[in-house]
């Protein structure tokens, strides 16, 4: 029972469990994860100065029609990748095509920048929960939401659930 | 021609030039500036690593009373600060007696989280112009923008002209 492939966007300060703990949880699983970045061969450091990552693919290089699915660690990666209209274009595309976006903590900011928030029911970092309400969306803080194609968490001690969840929208 | 004191909130990854540029500036022209933290005597260091900042007054000793304005630098303090409610609550203090916030980058997300931005007009750091729309502030991608007691900006290159104008609206 494989998978298919996984989008993952990242971007400098990413949270170190946050890409790690969902990517292996997916690899396990039988998923190819690409980590998607700027560049392609870019090393990327975590927040915590635990891990440090090597993009396989370029922003330029992919297609979100290649993708079954996107994840978005958080940490301050997200609000990096959301400067890069590239990386806004490439998020809406998989909500253009209703495929699973399963966003971390800090991730929902570029939800919110690609305008995609307004109506809809997720979670976030305690922080962001906050400009998701003032956005229009509806906050839950709670481990996980699911809502539809979204599957949103608050924070690294969520990651198991947040993680299962991922696989489960997935199957 | 001295001046009198303004209350600087501050927290690990500050923007560094987004604190020095400002606060010598008000230095020099002869306020006294207190840099204040979740702890007294807190190392705190920038973002970019050039700067390492002293907390002078713990959040818990201070009034916004005792001060004459609020600055907020920008990088990744801001979204700490915020995630505290006693620095919301500091911040919400500073504009109930309409006393001057000048807020520079990502300053602008602690006044989204005290629930004051929307029917303002401000500007920020690129991402956070988005977030300010959502939250129905007006915003102006513009080097400074004055509204009221507010006095806003983007980023290190807005730096001189943001201190000149924090300094006018003090005199």
């Not at 949880?25 to 915590?48: A, M, N, P, R, S």
């Not at 003032?134 to 539809?148: E, I």
Request: glycine share 10%.
């Amino acid at each position: 029972m494989t998978g298919g492939k996984i989008a993952c966007i990242l971007s400098e300060g990413f949270e170190d469990s946050e890409f790690r703990v969902p990517y292996e949880k997916l690899k396990k699983e039988g998923f190819q994860v690409d980590v998607i970045g700027t560049k392609v061969g870019e090393e990327l450091e975590g927040k915590g100065g635990k891990e440090r990552v090597k993009t396989e693919k370029a922003i330029d290089g992919v297609k979100a029609d290649d993708y079954q699915a996107l994840l978005i660690p958080g940490g301050y990666s997200p609000d990096h990748l959301r400067a890069d209209d590239r990386f806004v274009e490439f998020v809406t595309a998989f909500e253009r095509s209703k495929k699973l976006i399963a966003a971390v903590c800090h991730g929902p900011q570029i939800l919110m920048t690609a305008g995609l928030v307004k109506g809809r029911t997720l979670t976030a970092w305690s922080t962001i929960q906050g400009d998701l309400r003032l956005a229009g969306a509806t906050v839950r803080d709670q481990a996980v939401v699911t809502d539809g194609n979204w599957v949103t968490s608050r924070k690294p001690e969520d990651l198991a659930q947040f993680s299962e969840a991922i696989v489960k929208s997935l199957r």
